[in-house]
């Protein structure tokens, strides 16, 4: 059975959430590549490039932007690239190098839970960017803003995949283009670029201080890469379009963001906008930027839930869960304050377990399967539809996860290393010292089976 085998299951849930893409449902790489620059068009992608600006000069920043970014764009395009040869997603792929239901457990700590979490987190700040622009109208404040704020980012994850290339063919330019405005504009103001290059924090950090902060701004976004690139006509759009739009986009933006802290003292692009008499055009910045960031949340977390559950189909999962995140949002901002950081922390703690998960993926489709199992060609490492037979639970793959985030947390706990680049290694490593001595010893390394059905769950 070839990959493509797999559309011959019946696509009940929608979008084609547990089955292979069909060919005809293919899309270019440029396509794939606005989605991705959706994703990325976001506020919070700016306001981070702060983080950067309280430890370097303009130039440095620069420098590290690059590295960890090129970092996360070989990451993120190694599993882009599994995806776009399988034209599976996400969660079905996670059959294999963890086992069934393994994978039922690494979908709700991929993204079931934590984008749910983060479409919250998104949403609040959204209300809370909405409500600076504009902060003498009832429907301005930051829950209301907060509500019907959430309630528009549903629409688009709704329709899925196709709505969502729409937004982001339309708002992309718009977007990145009112970033540019609100950059030259803080520039302007403090005098020229003479000023950029000579601002500088008290304390320069190390250089390996800012890429580990950089690489983990993006490392758990990094393991969904499939979602989008299976979607790709070739194997390798997926890769290509998330290498470029991480190295050279997302340097752009933190870089962006830090030299406007620089200069100002604020990464609010936003109200550098709203400053010059643009009030129009940063409310617009706010309302595309989250909404081309978390249609994509949402979609991706009703996938996953669709994965765990095989019940309902994606429509009704991206309701039910819109309306969850929208109303942690409202509430949070209206009654309890203006901070969601226990949400925050929880999903910053499950963030030390996410990269590992990708880097099973990547050591099981690279290493393990093509160099132990002997399958060399891409497309036959891992095979869908009805009949497909998975372990249970791949005992290597649990191990490694469990191991790796474990390992992160700690090492961050103790301020040792870089923890999401040591909870990537140290699961890669772990995975394959067990599997690869109990196939060669044979030893089972995969407990029971499950057989796909006709619905691909």
Known sequence: MTANEGTKGKDVFGDFATLVVPEEHTK????????????????????????LAQMYDAATMLEVAFIGNLILAIYGGLIAYVGGSTRANT????????????????????SAIPLVVWFAVETWLFGL??????????????????????LLMMVTAYYGFRAMAILSYITVPFWYTLVVIGFFASVDLAGGFDKVWVARPEVIAPLGVGITYVVGLYASGSVITSDVARYGKKPWSGAVAWAVHVTIFMTALLFAGGVMTLLTNSPNVIVAIAQIGLGVGALLLAILGQWTTNDNNLWSAALAWINTTGKLNKRVWVVILGVIGTLIAGLWAGLWGMSLEPFINFAVYLGYFIPPVG??????????????????????????GPGTKYPLINVPGIVAVAAGGAIAWFTQQIGWGAPVINGIVSAFVIYLALIVPMEKLGISWGVGEWVESSTGF
């Open 28 to 51: 270019s790489t440029l396509n794939i590549f606005m989605i991705y620059m959706g994703v990325l068009a976001v506020i919070a992608a700016i306001f981070a490039g702060s983080g």
């Open 91 to 110: 969660y079905m792929i996670l059959r294999y190098p963890l086992g069934r239901l393994g994978s039922l457990v690494g979908n709700l700590i991929v």
């Open 129 to 150: 960017t909405v409500n600076v622009i504009y902060p003498d109208n009832p429907l301005t404040s930051i829950a209301a803003a907060s509500i019907w704020g959430g």
């Open 359 to 384: 880097a099973v993926i990547i050591a099981d489709y690279y290493v393990f399967r093509p160099f132990i199992l002997g399958l060399r060609d891409p497309k036959e490492r891992y095979k869908f």
